[in-house]
Nanobody, 122 residues
């Protein structure tokens, strides 16, 4: 199985940028569809972005379109989430996940990182 470790979270101000990274180990990243999910306090976990195994297809939830960019470097076994123009509503724990299909449901991704906190102040 694959192990995932996120990094890059932090405390920023509204309008700032952050880049999250997710390093995979155990199996080649190219075997998996990768995605980012997030969970804010008191809210359900929601999908943020998905990228196909080869990186040729990407998907974004409406609230981050035009601000976030997902990418992957299979040679480095790493997935990224570039987050620009951050808003207080983006405050959440962000999880890197891996799975077999390009799908929106969290339950269909068997592999999860431990999460990284992103806090955006107004």
């Amino acid at each position: 199985q694959v192990q995932l470790e996120e990094s890059g979270g932090g405390l920023v101000q509204a309008g700032d940028s952050l880049r999250l990274s997710c390093a995979a180990s155990g199996r080649p990243l190219s075997m998996y569809v990768m995605a980012w999910f997030r969970q804010a306090p008191g809210k359900e976990r929601e999908w943020v972005s998905i990228i196909s195994k080869r990186g040729d297809r990407t998907y974004y939830t409406d609230s981050v379109k035009g601000r976030f960019t997902i990418s992957r470097d299979n040679a480095k076994n790493t997935v990224y989430l570039q987050m620009n123009n951050l808003k207080p509503a983006d405050t959440a724990v962000y999880f890197c996940v891996a799975g077999p299909k390009e799908i929106l449901s969290a339950s269909d991704y068997p592999y999860w990182g431990q999460g990284t906190q992103v806090t955006v102040s107004s």
